[in-house]
């Protein structure tokens, strides 16, 4: 039988191991029959009509993907590299469409308008997201297309941008790409800040990282931004337009229709981002990536802020069903 090979005793001169972050605080409950059963941690920043930092919840200078929630900086890009869109064709290249009737026609009428056929884009085959649209989408025969996908409108406009000045088709994905350079540009320049971290999001776009710090100035600068701007007419139009950049039962259309100047823009894994028109702003994110927190997070910071609006009660409204009938809901608790 062989010795066992001894385990050599750690070096006297070996640094200590890193503490463990501390765990993020309590954002909202989910609370069943009176009863806690679950707890969504995050952070939180909200910014004061100067820019400081007003209100700071965990950990709000660490980077994170704000996913959809970079988009009014990518359509700033597109509009900085020649491409003339206005409107509702503008909040389109923004959104995070619901798959609405209205978005997928407008997607198809942009790329005939640039000539360019659909399967240039290189969204994958995706349903619609909004579930009500998705099960009528399915009822109809149709299947899985990448026009459906949530951000078809942006690739449209990517696309389209690159046509304009003779960039590479196949490659506008990439992060080298001439396109993905002056998002790059435009996502520094907005956030105030260097990107640490470059990822792949979800339709296959390069996807920048920022701090939550970062992302709240980024919307700030787009409200604030003078007229006839790339970033203000990416405010404008979002703001104009706010069913195209959302659809007609998603909390950002609400806000923005029924708080005037307010630009708002969620993400996937439970990113949010909101600026007032008067230059007050927030970021912030869920941990566990739980959207059911958003609404209840977000009408609750909104109240801590000093706004009051109808609005506020239909975003916080997130119920918990037993046996087809309400016994909870998911509530903010800061």
């Avoid at 337009?241 to 039962?249: C, L, S």
């Amino acid at each position: 039988m062989t010795s066992p090979t001894p385990i050599p005793e750690p070096s006297q001169d070996a640094a200590p191991p890193a503490p463990a972050p501390a765990a993020s605080p309590v954002l909202a409950e989910v609370v069943r029959s009176g009863f806690v059963e679950g707890r969504h941690r995050g952070s939180l920043v909200v910014l004061a009509a100067d820019g400081s930092v007003e209100r700071a919840l965990g950990d709000v200078t660490a980077p994170v993907f704000p996913r959809s929630a970079n988009k009014p900086m990518q359509a700033s890009a597109v509009l900085r590299a020649g491409l003339e869109l206005s409107g509702e064709r503008l909040a389109l290249a923004a959104a995070s469409h619901s798959g609405e009737p209205f978005h997928l026609a407008l997607v198809r009428t942009m790329l005939d308008e640039y000539g360019l056929p659909a399967d240039r884009l290189q969204t994958p085959p995706d349903l619609p997201l909004d579930p009500q649209e998705a099960e009528r989408y399915l009822a109809s025969g149709r299947v899985r297309d990448r026009l459906a996908m949530n951000c078809s409108g942006k690739h449209t406009a990517m696309l389209a941008a690159c046509a304009r000045n003779g960039w590479p088709l196949d490659s506008y994905l990439d992060r080298d790409h001439p396109l993905q350079r002056l998002v790059l540009e435009d996502v520094r320049t907005a956030s105030g800040e260097e990107v640490a971290h470059i990822g792949t999001d979800g339709c296959g776009a390069p996807l920048m990282s920022l701090s939550l710090t970062g992302l709240a100035r980024a919307f700030r600068h787009f409200v604030l931004a003078a007229p006839g701007t790339p970033e203000r007419r990416v405010a404008d139009a979002m703001r104009a337009h706010p069913e195209y950049v959302a659809g007609t039962r998603r909390p950002d259309t609400w806000l923005m229709r029924e708080l005037p100047g307010t630009l708002s823009k969620m993400g996937a894994e439970a990113v949010q981002a909101l600026a007032l028109p008067d230059g007050r702003a927030l970021a912030f994110k869920i941990d566990d990536g739980a959207t059911r927190a958003l609404g209840p997070v977000l009408g609750r910071v909104l109240r801590t802020m000093g706004i009051d609006a109808p609005v506020l009660s239909r975003i916080e409204d997130a119920p918990l069903t037993g046996g087809a009938e309400r016994v909870g809901e998911i509530r903010a608790v800061f």
